[in-house]
């Protein structure tokens, strides 16, 4: 519930930002400029690496709008002569220090979030092992600020995937209390390539939301499959939900189970990602490789519609 509170907040910073400016009337160019940058990188950052699947994704594109308000509403004032002098006015280097430190912040993680759309390492084309609805990558990409998976080891180019509702949520609500209320739990995976099934495991229970992950079993119900000179592994499966078995062939577009919410997971959603040199019991050693579906690659933000 706070995490989700957290996240929402975040994606509110442009809006509230802007209301602030709205009221805080630049009183040369020099500020408007400052304000401008300020409110253009800020945008920038919530529209790349926010995640709008608490909000409804259609929002993303909205958020922008206020901080495009106040820089118009400013510019006019400024150029119409129409600028309230009244109160203390603020020296050149004042205005410059005041902004310069949080509008270059926002200014590199934007950048940072931009490169993550990005990818050079060797990579694998799968089929998407997901159907029947509209998907989003809540984490994903070549760079930590849009992918909380970036930083570990075998799971560099791990993507999580979730799915969103007629309304362009993830889940149902604003407090989850049921594993129901979340769009994707229950959907059925498929073998995004032809290969064997090198792992699997079932039986370990699903977590209510809200519950702490279980770090001892962090992949939860899972499944490794050896195709293409890698392995991949989908986890975070439903409780006995799989229709494969250890050492079995599967073909592309096989049945593999059911997403659920097992294993070290915050929220039902499914993870994916593909390495070489798996170290059986480690979801982080070995060498990841990055993961295509139908030779695209994704980043947070994306959507994926699938029929």
């Known amino acids: ?17 802007a209301l602030l400016f709205w009221f805080q009337r630049p009183k040369s160019w020099l500020e408007w400029g400052c304000q401008f940058w300020f409110l253009v990188a800020a945008s920038a950052y919530s529209f790349l690496s926010g995640r709008w699947d608490y909000l409804g ?10 901080a495009l308000i106040v820089i118009v509403k400013g510019f006019l004032q400024l150029k119409q002569g129409t600028v309230v002098s009244s109160g203390v006015r603020r020296s050149p280097v004042t205005i410059s220090i005041g902004y310069l430190v949080p509008s270059l912040l926002f200014s590199i993680l934007s950048i940072l979030a931009l490169s993550g759309r990005f990818y050079s ?4 084309s799968l089929v998407f092992p997901l159907k029947d609805g509209i998907f ?4 994903a990409g070549s760079a930590a600020i849009v992918n909380a998976h970036h930083p570990h080891g075998s799971q560099v180019n791990a993507m999580d995937i979730v799915e969103l509702d007629r309304w362009g949520k993830r889940a149902d609500g604003w407090v989850q209390t049921s594993l129901d209320q979340y769009a994707i739990f229950g959907q059925a995976v498929y073998s995004p390539c032809e290969g064997v099934v090198t792992e699997a495991v079932d039986g370990i229970a699903d977590l209510a939301p809200g519950s702490p992950g279980d770090t001892e079993h962090a992949a939860g119900n899972h499944v490794y499959i050896a195709c293409q000179g890698v392995e991949v592994l989908l986890a975070h499966l439903k409780q006995d939900s799989l229709r494969v078995e250890l ?20 929220e039902p959603h499914l993870h994916i990602h593909a390495q070489t040199g798996r170290v059986p019991g480690s979801l982080t050693k070995g060498t ?20």
């Open 247 to 266: 050492n079995r062939p599967v073909k592309t577009g096989d049945l593999i189970g059911q997403v659920g919410n097992s294993g070290n997971t915050s």
């Open 288 to 307: 990841g490789v990055v993961t295509l579906f139908n030779w695209r690659f994704y980043s947070r933000n994306s959507t994926i519609r699938v029929k």
């Open 57 to 66: 994704v259609a929002w993303r594109y909205v958020s922008p709008v206020p």
């Open 121 to 124: 390492a060797p990579s694998v």
């Open 1 to 17: 519930m706070f995490v989700g509170l957290a996240v929402i907040i975040s994606l509110l910073v442009p809006g509230i930002l």
């Open 136 to 139: 989003y990558a809540a984490q």
